[in-house]
């Protein structure tokens, strides 16, 4: 608790540096691309409702963490694009073509799918969804919902397999992306089983290096996927109440109550919901991974720009 308060003054908000590759700013991350490599700086900012609020300590930290973990329990299944960790927040990518689609995968009807099939869409990645599912229930096998990758700024579409391999993606190096992506999140569900969790639906992206397909961007972090808690979701299923979801719900949650849900302006973070939400991502750190999770604390800008420069980097 301490140390959480200690680090509030201390988080990741902005990171620039102005002469070290060709910088992109994501909502979470900044990503430095250098030749044949991408920096990718997560920093603390966390976003709801596509908007940025602010940081939490120690999130940027958790979600490289989170991402490194899961690399490396599927590297052996499927190639990734991690080259090394120099900072407990920065990751360093091999740099590849990215495929311009996001390869989803769902194991239950819920979010945005959810809301699709709902209001009677169907069919818009080429099959059709069962009809008479209820909200939140699970798929017979997990089914892969694609989308075209969005320019800044705009909405990412639905497409079918159809259209993705006419034209867009050769055939063959799709297939393997379908397989890749059913294979991670097999492990992912299993996994997450263990620890009491259930893996719902996450997000892929997928890139070229030469001719090898491999995974890229984050895989299995609360920003690209979506987490219940296993105990007590047939009760809340057959119940049809909500099913409690980690980290993002809170946030949303508290923004409602201050009357915030996406447009005007967001009401600034609190202290106490600052810590709250490091203590939540905390918790779910520790469950997921099963480990426990070492904060590492101080000024997080000073830190990484010390730790590039000894892995030899020149800023
Ligand atoms: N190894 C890689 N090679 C090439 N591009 C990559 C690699 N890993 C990730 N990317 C790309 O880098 C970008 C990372 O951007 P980032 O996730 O920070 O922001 P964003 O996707 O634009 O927005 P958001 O904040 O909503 O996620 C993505 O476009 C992703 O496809
Ligand atoms: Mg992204």
New binding site residues.
């Given amino acids: 608790m301490n140390t959480i308060k200690q680090q509030l003054p201390l988080t990741l908000n902005e990171f620039k540096l102005d002469t070290f590759g060709e910088q ?8 430095f ?1 250098l030749d044949d490599e ?1 920096v ?1 700086v997560t920093t603390d900012r966390i ?1 709801a409702f596509d908007h940025i609020l602010g940081t939490i300590p120690f999130k940027g930290q958790i979600l490289t963490q989170i991402a490194g973990f899961w690399f490396d329990k599927t590297k052996d299944v499927v190639p990734n ?1 991690i080259k090394s960790y120099p900072d407990p927040q920065v990751l360093v ?6 495929l311009p689609v996001e390869v989803i995968v769902r194991g239950y009807i819920t979010g945005s799918l959810w809301r699709e099939y709902s209001s009677g869409i169907n069919g818009q990645y080429g099959f059709m969804i069962p009809s008479g599912m209820k909200k939140n229930q699970k798929f017979d096998e997990p089914i892969l919902t694609p989308s075209t ?1 969005a320019e ?1 700024g705009l909405h990412d579409e639905p497409i079918s397999r159809e259209k993705i391999v006419d034209g867009l993606v050769d055939e063959k190096v799709y297939a393997q992306a379908e397989k890749y992506a059913l294979q991670l999140f097999e492990i992912g569900q299993k996994w997450a089983k263990e620890q009491g969790l259930i893996l719902v639906d996450t997000k892929y ?1 997928f ?1 070229l290096v030469g001719d090898k397909l ?1 995974v ?3 895989i299995h972090t609360p ?1 690209s996927s979506r987490y219940w808690i296993a105990d007590g979701y047939d009760e809340r299923f057959n119940s049809g109440e909500e099913q409690n979801m980690l980290d993002k719900e809170n946030i949303r949650q508290w923004l409602i109550e201050r009357g915030f849900s996406g447009d005007g302006i967001p009401p600034e973070l609190t202290d106490e919901i600052r810590i709250t939400m490091t203590e939540r991502y905390i918790e779910l750190f520790n469950q997921l991974t099963g480990r426990t999770f070492e904060p590492a604390t101080g000024d997080v800008q000073s830190r990484i720009v010390s730790n590039l420069e000894k892995s030899g980097y020149q800023l």
Avoid: L
């Fill in positions: 992109y700013s994501g909502k979470v991350r900044e990503n691309h991408i990718m976003s694009h990518a091999h740099k590849a073509k990215p990758k800044y992206e890139g491999i890229i961007d984050e920003d």
